[in-house]
């Protein structure tokens, strides 16, 4: 059982927006403001695109957004493409009481 | 460019041993800490261990009760962890990655296969 809880799966038609939450406790995700975004295509690494809640590494397009409400992050990709088609996993800082990183449980993104 | 390249996974019977190792480039290895993450067939990723730039502050989750033990070379680029008492449940792809501070990881390596089976 991950600590953070994603949805298994979200879809999208291509153009659309689709959104991805997080869900965590006041003791890890809700604590800080360190959330993570991991995009994986299969068969390859993850791939850091989003970190500290907001904030996209140099040559993330634009179209990948996240934020943070209390417990629960969400990552937004809008004008949704083919090659969006991944498995996503959130992270977070998992507090003091924890070890210091913890991953959601990953969410299939399909692209209809 | 910067480049993370794992070696050392192979198949190992149950109560095997294992040395994993990370070699990079393209960036100051020595001022960087990094981390062991892995992800088991069809499943998602789980974080194992960290070592600081200086190995002077080293994490584990909890999970692996003292069985895997980080390290690393600064003088050689490298990454390592060692795994001992290994078990089914240990069968993983595993990767090394470059922390970039925050708790976020920017730069991974290919992984490396890890097969516990008698």
């Known amino acids: 059982q991950s600590a953070l809880t994603q949805p298994p799966s979200a879809s999208g038609s291509p153009g659309q927006s689709v959104a991805i939450s997080c869900t965590g406790t006041s003791s890890d995700l809700g604590g800080y403001n360190y959330v993570s975004w991991y995009q994986q295509h299969p068969g390859k690494a993850p791939k850091l695109i989003i970190y500290e809640v907001s904030k996209r590494p140099s040559g993330v397009p634009d179209r990948f957004s996240g934020s943070k409400s209390g417990n629960t992050a969400s990552l937004t990709v809008s004008g949704l493409q083919a090659e969006d088609e991944a498995d996503y996993y959130c992270s977070s800082y998992g507090g003091t009481n924890k070890f210091p990183w913890v991953f959601g449980g990953g969410t299939k993104l399909t692209v209809l | 460019e910067v480049q993370l390249v794992e070696s050392g996974g192979g198949l190992v019977q149950p109560g095997g041993s294992l040395r994993l190792s990370c070699a990079v480039s393209g960036f100051t290895f020595s001022s960087y800490g990094m981390n062991w993450v892995r992800q088991a067939p069809g499943k998602g990723l789980e974080w194992l261990s960290y070592?600081?730039?200086?190995?002077?502050?080293?994490y584990y989750a909890d999970s692996l009760k003292g069985r895997f033990t980080i390290s690393r070379d600064n003088a050689k680029n490298s990454l390592y962890l060692q795994m001992n008492s290994l078990r089914d449940d240990d069968t993983a792809v595993y990767y090394c990655a470059r922390d970039r501070g925050g708790y976020a990881s920017d730069t991974w390596g290919q992984g490396t296969m890890v097969t516990v089976s008698s």
């Open positions: 070592i600081s730039s200086s190995s002077s502050t080293i």
